[in-house]
């Protein structure tokens, strides 16, 4: 019903730049919240950066100043700007969406892309 599709990622210099993009795909239902998480070997998900519907973001502060969020409502992709990206960025990115509940204006499930690592190296 929800396919959550990513796409970019890989093998980068400390210093340099990625592009990540992700797209849900629904006739359904409503995508809420979109962004991404990453995860390390040893750690629990945690958040990168977040863009609701409305615009507003939120940021990890490690990220902050360096990553950039944006989004295409109409195509339900999200877009994840990565500059000056450093060794400690090194993880599994996982797009995230939220999506509405049928007969609910509150409730949303959320969704996951598939995972795409990318490798800093100094």
């Known amino acids: 019903q929800v396919r959550v599709e990513q796409s970019g990622g890989g093998l980068v210099q400390a210093g340099g730049s990625l592009r990540l993009s992700c797209t849900a795909s629904?006739?359904?239902?409503?995508?809420?919240?979109m962004g991404w998480y990453r995860q390390t070997p040893g750690n629990r998900r945690e958040l990168v950066a977040l863009i609701a519907s409305g615009g507003s973001t939120n940021f990890t502060d490690s990220v902050k100043g360096r990553f950039t969020i944006s989004r295409d409502d109409a195509k339900n992709t999200v877009y994840l700007q990565m500059d000056e990206l450093k060794p400690e960025d090194t993880a599994i990115y996982y797009c995230y969406a939220d999506r509405s509940v049928p007969g609910s204006s509150r409730c949303t499930i959320d969704e996951w892309g598939q995972g795409a690592q990318i490798t800093v190296y100094s």
């Open positions: 629904t006739s359904t239902f409503k995508i809420n919240t």
